[in-house]
């Protein structure tokens, strides 16, 4: 069994459907670079659409009926789209599944400070991360501050041309004697990871007054933005790259960005589902927070917002049954729509080669993920892979079968084992990704492209 390279396949009608999606992919990935951005993305996406917020048909009463279409936004950071299908919706949904969280830094609730007059903030990074990768790039500043009288205040600093950007610092070369000996984890701690944001000094005519620049960057956030500084303890500001997509490559072939773990899947999953109206089964796509931390929180899918959702749609199809969620959930089948490590020759003693994904081969399925011993994995039936493989054979999508590496190398996992434990068949698939949690993570156009064709496929499994 050999996996051809997608791009063997493509005639000119291909390449230029394949370069538009990517454009759309690219365009996508600078507006969303984090949780609240990318929800906002695909609601206006949706509405656009003709979807309608499910809490107005609650308070309508109205009855819903196939063709509807409807959308749930939990906290501003997850959000769920359904697509009525002919079937009942208790015959089970067809579920396209994504994060929307990526690895970064957080700014922490009391972090401004000052230190031989130069400002910083306090931080905390978020998930799985090389620390030493982060230092001294440009960086930006995005999220919301919410203040006591109930406002909120959007901000993105370091994007635009004009913007600042800010920076983590790193030791130069001719003094890092000792740092160049310490293991990769800690050549630079967490607690090093702060962010420099200012150096000028407030003019002022009290001049014993202490902390000048700190309260310079202070007055600059007051007049701007309307923030003191207790308002950072009810912020939410995540810290990123402030680079945009671009094209990799004298081919142009391949992406490089921030954030495509797993936003490559959740952009390709939200574009497909825009693309299929006439649906049997119910088409659903989740869009979650918190699974680079283990899907915690009411953001996350360990959460009960998906079930809490689909209970109030069939309250508005079916009726009022904690038996027909039940049913619902367990009649449904879903593509948990995460990334896979690509095969790296220059690192090719972590991977298993036969059983690894590479650039350009297509849709990525891992029958399990999990460590070791496919602890924490959800492992995927015989029956269900046979289905799918027929699926998207006749939809004539490029795909192919991988494991995360080395069996006792590492490992890795998603959110697949949670809707598993709802009764459902779920597998894992998504596009292989070079440099994997990286400030700036590789794809392939092909893959991207034949990930949005295999998601448009699922939604019509069971047909």
Known sequence: MKNVNAWENYNEADIAELQALNDKYKQALDTGKTERECVKYAVA??????????????????????????????????????????????????????????????VKQNPLYESEEMAYLDTHYYGGIKKYQWVTMPLAIH???????????????????????????????????KQMEKKASVVIEGEKLDLLVGSMPLSSEEEEKKEQVKHGILTILNEKYGIEEEDFASAELEIVPAEKARDLGFDRSMIMAYGQDDRVCAFTS??????????SRTGCLILVDKEEIGSVGATGMQSRFFENAVAELLSLTEGESELLVRRTLANSAMLSSDVSAAYDPLFAEAFEKRSSAFLGKGLVFNKFTGARGKSGSNDTNAEFIAKLRKLFDEA??????????????????????????????VIDSGVAVLCMHAPYEI?????VYEAYKGYRAFLHYGE
């Open 45 to 106: 996406m949706a509405k656009a659409a003709g979807y309608e917020d499910l809490s107005e048909a609650i308070k309508a009463g109205k009855k819903l009926k196939s063709g509807d279409k409807v959308y749930t936004v939990m906290m501003g950071k997850s959000v769920a789209l359904f697509n009525l299908g002919k079937e009942p919706l208790s015959a089970g949904m067809n579920i396209l599944g994504a994060h929307i969280d990526s690895p970064r830094i957080d």
């Open 143 to 177: 999220g919301v501050v919410a203040k006591k009288d109930g406002t909120v205040v959007d901000i993105v600093i370091g994007e635009e041309a004009d913007d600042p950007v800010f920076a983590v610092t790193d030791l130069l070369i001719h003094l890092a004697a």
């Open 396 to 425: 004539q999508v490029e795909y192919q079968f991988a494991e995360l590496g080395k069996v006792d190398v590492g490992g890795g996992g998603t959110i697949a084992y949670i809707m598993a434990n709802l009764g459902m068949n």
């Open 443 to 447: 794809t392939s156009k092909a893959d």
């Open 270 to 279: 939200l574009f497909a589902m825009m693309a299929e109206e006439d649906l």
